[in-house]
């Protein structure tokens, strides 16, 4: 399995409350994504990274911040907390390689819910 | 606008049958297809791929089919297993993009009974 930690795993947070999200790869890669999985959305891309300092806008990126300030580390701010954004939320990285196409490799998920 | 379609939300399969998951895909550009599994309490696990040059791809059981005319993938599970049921989701991409950015449709409930 790719090297990927996600913390929390799980997280229970109010309403109007900050939350940061953590993913931490020991791969090196260059990449890194979050999205979110919803019933009925399947896999929806909030914010990625193509290197250190570098991140951009997914589809669904609004009420959500992002900060690489490491390779290593891709952190996930949901700068005041609502109830939809309860979800589950998925790091992914990836790397360019020989081949001109990579898989992402994924991370075990963070089921956080706003109450 | 969802790019990637996979409208059948569950599929329900004998042991030994054959599994078939189809995925429509709407954006020309996209070049590189992929399937995903995921297990419930789990991260999505890289299934396999296809390139747009090629219009199959196999790995032991697990086929994948590209019909680019009809933008249409599928992918065959022979024989399907009670450990193949997971939710499978079929992901594309494209030369230009972020490389590992992915388009993801909603998945498919791939459930095998014995």
């Known amino acids: 399995d790719a090297g990927i930690t996600q913390s929390p795993r799980h997280k229970v947070t109010e309403t109007g409350t900050p939350v940061t999200l953590r993913c931490h790869q020991t791969?090196?890669?260059?990449?890194m994504y979050w999205y979110r999985q919803d019933p009925g959305h399947g896999l929806r891309l909030i914010h990625y990274s193509y290197g250190v300092k570098d991140t951009d806008k997914g589809e669904v990126s609004d009420g959500y911040s992002v900060s690489r300030s490491k390779t290593e580390d891709f952190l996930l701010t949901l700068e005041s907390a609502t109830s939809s954004q309860t979800s589950v939320y998925f790091c992914a990285i990836s790397d360019e390689g020989e081949e001109i196409y990579t898989e992402a490799f994924f991370g075990q998920g963070t089921r956080l819910t706003v109450v | 606008d969802q790019q990637v379609k996979q409208n059948s939300p569950s599929l329900s399969v004998q042991e030994g049958r054959i599994s078939i998951l189809n995925c429509d895909y709407t954006?020309?550009?996209?070049?590189?297809f992929l399937w995903y599994k995921k297990y419930p309490a789990e991260g999505p696990t890289f299934l396999i791929s296809i390139s747009s040059i090629k219009d199959k791809n196999e790995d032991g059981r697990f086929t994948v089919f590209l019909n680019k005319s009809a933008k249409h993938l599928s992918l065959h599970i022979v024989p399907s297993q009670p450990g193949d049921s997971a939710v499978y989701f079929c992901a594309a991409s494209y030369r230009g993009s972020t490389l590992g950015r992915l388009y993801f449709g909603r998945g498919t409930q791939l459930t095998v009974w014995p």
């Open positions: 954006n020309s550009m996209f070049d590189y």
């Open positions: 791969e090196n890669h260059r990449y």
